[in-house]
């Protein structure tokens, strides 16, 4: 599997994106998908990961509420829509891959992930 993040791009706080997480090769099911995030200066971090399974979803307590995970194993895409964004929202955002089985506990960890995707950037102005 490989994956092409994209969706990024520049937006006022308080306004939404949607980035998407594509992948190609064979058994996208089996994957779980991460998001991570970069800010200027700082280590990246964990925002949410979505599973195999309905109702396997995990965010950082900073976007709860906001940020949105789901997946569309037909298209081999993960989407993260981002509403109510802020200008602490503002990285380079990651996603990842990891091959789980269906009952594992979600990812959460960058050095689970063995395939990462390229990075899209958000910028939210103030």
């Known amino acids: 599997v490989q994956l092409q993040a994209s969706g990024g791009g520049l937006v006022q706080a308080g306004g939404s994106l949607r980035l998407s997480c594509t992948a190609s090769?064979?058994?996208?099911?089996?994957?779980?998908i991460a998001w991570f995030r970069q800010a200027p200066g700082k280590e990246r971090e964990f925002v949410a990961a979505?599973?195999?399974?309905?109702?396997?979803?995990h965010y950082t307590d900073s976007v709860k509420g906001r940020f949105t995970a789901s997946r569309d194993n037909d298209r081999k895409t993960v989407y993260l829509q981002m509403n109510s964004l802020k200008p602490e929202d503002t990285a380079v955002y990651y996603c990842?891959?990891?091959?789980?089985?269906?009952?594992?506990?979600?990812?959460?960890?960058?050095?689970?992930?063995?395939?990462w995707g390229q990075g899209t950037l958000v910028t939210v102005s103030s």
């Open positions: 990842a891959a990891k091959s789980v089985i269906l009952t594992a506990p979600l990812p959460q960890g960058q050095g689970e992930y063995g395939i």
């Open positions: 090769g064979h058994s996208f099911s089996r994957y779980a």
């Open positions: 979505i599973g195999r399974s309905v109702g396997s979803i």
